[in-house]
Structure formats: C-alpha cells, structure tokens
C-alpha cells in the first residue's frame, strides 16, 4: 500500500450535491491527519485537521477508519467555489507529513 | 494577509543565470520547508530545516542550495537550472513537537520558469 493514496477523480458534481472522498493510509500508527485545497496555480490552503475519530466544520466533515486505515471528506450543499483540488496528508513512520496527489472536484451548475 | 511570505511571485530566468528565492514566516514556527510543485503532480517535498538546521534533503540536485540563517528565513539559491525545473517552489511551515504533527502553512509560492 502506497503511504498515502487518493482517488485523483476528477469528481464533477452539481451544485447542490453531496460528494465525499477517501484517502487511504499505509502507517498504523499515525494519529493526526490533515485536509488541504489548492485552487489551480496557488498554494495548498490547510481545510482540516483531524485527530481524532473525525471532524466537522460547517459542510465540511471528515471521518477516520482507523481499523481499515482510511480517511474521507464529506462536502455537503456543494458551492461552485469548492472547485478546487483536495489534498490529504499524513504522516509517515518517520514522522514527515506526506501529501497525497490530490483529488479534483468539479461543482457545476 | 498569510504567514508565511515568498517573494519573488515569479521568477523567469536563464540556465545559466542565478537567483535566489525567499522566503519568510511570522508565525512563530520552529520549522521551515521547500517543496516543489510541477504541473498536474504532487507536491515534492525538497529540504526540511528545524530549529536553523538542515534535517532533510530528498535527493535534490546540487543546483538547489537551500539557506537557513533563522528560524524565521529560509532561502532557496538557483544555479544553471535545467529547463525541467520550471515548476511552483512552495515555502511552508510549521511548529514541530516531539509525537504530535502540526500542520504545515503554506506560502503563496514563487513561479519559476527556466528558458
């Protein structure tokens, strides 16, 4: 399993719609996770932490399977302005957060 | 306003030229990186420094040589770079503590075109 691995989609949803994405983790032993988005040609901007079994801020919710080694992100009401690209992050055995390659989401119309 | 500032915002420049890239944090951080970023890949993460001092080097050419004079500033100096290393250079930091990982912040990034 790769350390991190995400769905690289692209996800095209409309408007309105619910989407979620997983992301999948190969140290069992990590405890903190992160979600980012980088809109085209910028930075990565940090959406949610997560050190627990989950979080949740406004329609945006993540969720931890640590038994099948997992995390998701639930988008609800999509707005055009979530089109972005949606980067997980995790440690490794090491200790260094590594980034996944993105998943793109798309809200249309 | 970010954290975290890098200037230039782009760069365009010869193989043969050199230049350096900057970058600064204001949020208090005991750890600074360089990544790179080339179109349609993901972020690749260049050198660590904690505490001022170099703590990882992922295999980058000798063209790239990072500075770290504070916790505060970190540098990138360019040297008779490759067309292939066109790409977004990405500053970040972050507060580093024994067993916990904090997230990292990110700058806006300097675009670098080699021609």
């Known amino acids: 399993r790769k350390e991190v691995e995400q769905d690289p989609g692209p996800f095209n949803v409309p408007e309105g719609a619910t989407v979620a994405f997983n992301c999948t983790y190969s140290n069992s032993a990590s405890q903190s996770f992160f979600w980012y988005r980088q809109d085209c040609r910028k930075e990565p901007k940090l959406l949610m932490s997560v050190y627990s079994s989950g979080n949740e801020d406004g329609r945006f919710t993540a969720q931890l399977n640590r038994a099948s080694q997992y995390i998701s992100l639930l988008i609800r009401d999509s707005k055009l302005s979530d089109s972005a690209t949606y980067l997980c992050v995790v440690p490794n055995q090491g200790g260094k957060l590594i980034f996944g390659q993105g998943t793109e989401l798309s809200v249309k119309p | 306003e970010t954290g975290v500032t890098q200037t230039p915002r782009h760069l365009v420049m010869g193989m043969t030229n050199k230049k350096s890239l900057k970058c600064e944090q204001h949020l208090g951080h005991n750890a600074m990186y360089w990544y790179k970023q080339s179109a349609k890949k993901p972020l690749e993460l260049m050198f660590v420094y904690n505490f001022k001092e170099q703590t990882e080097n992922n295999s980058v050419p000798s063209r790239f040589s990072p500075e770290c004079p504070n916790s505060s500033h970190l540098f990138l100096h360019l040297h008779t770079l490759q067309p292939e290393d066109s790409a977004l250079y990405l500053c970040?930091?972050?507060?580093?503590?024994?067993?916990?990982?904090?997230?990292?912040?990110f700058g806006d990034g300097t675009r670098l075109s080699i021609l």
């Open positions: 970040a930091s972050s507060q580093v503590y024994s067993g916990t990982n904090q997230p990292q912040h």
